[in-house]
């Protein structure tokens, strides 16, 4: 498994309309470096092409009490600090958050010593996450053994795996959703890999009879599905 980090954010934020380039702006120019240097690594940063007001990122830490320092470091920090206001502007909600642990990192997965990327891609990172009933419920067997096959024949071999890690927040002036989840995260070179991908996953039967009812039935509620661009500073591409 790629050796990044054990803890990992999930954040998906709701903006006010129009403004999401504005924050992309601040975040590739001063947050991806300001976070870096206190500790974190900034996995990707995404546009939600199905959300225009919609930015979605992943951040990563060695472990709980490095992620409490990182984030303490950074908060309370110059760079925060200058640029806070400006970043709050955009935003409508923030707290849309899950504290998640990696199950599968593979090729792909942006590893710690990566060279940070500058430029536009067409690339798609895309997946989901699932709401599950609890951390003891055997959907992590039933997705490795059932879906992870389906998906990596029809184009979306995941890149990354995650799960709910399950403790306590320890950075609360940030919060987190009170979730069992497994969200997964695959690569795809343009639009068009990514729509062939789906036409090949609605055209098996498999899917369609057996492994989405299966899905349903394991969800406490419905699936976010996630369809995301990478910005020009994003790592994970």
Known sequence: MNDCCAVVDLRQYTLHPGRRDDLIELFDKHFVDGQERSGMHIVGQFRDLDDPDRFVWLRGFPDLPARAA????????????????????????????????PLRLGPGYPALDAPRPDGVVDSV?????YHRGAPDDEFVEFFTDHVVPLLSATGAE??????????????????????????????????????????????????????????????????????????AGSQFR
């Open 125 to 129: 990172i895309a997946g989901a996450v």
């Open 70 to 101: 990182a984030l303490n470091d950074f908060y309370y920090g110059p760079v925060w600090r200058e640029h806070a206001a400006a970043a709050n502007a955009t935003m409508i909600d923030s707290d849309d958050a899950l504290l998640l642990r």
């Open 158 to 231: 995941p890149v990354a795996v995650f799960e709910s890690l399950v403790a306590e927040n320890n950075f609360p002036q940030l919060p987190l959703r009170a979730e069992v989840v497994l969200a997964w995260f695959a690569r795809f070179e343009d639009d068009a890999a990514y729509d062939d991908h789906r036409r090949r996953l609605a055209a098996s039967r498999r899917w369609r009879e057996r492994v989405l009812p299966e899905l349903v039935c394991r969800s406490v509620k419905p699936a976010q599905e996630l369809r995301l661009r990478p910005t």
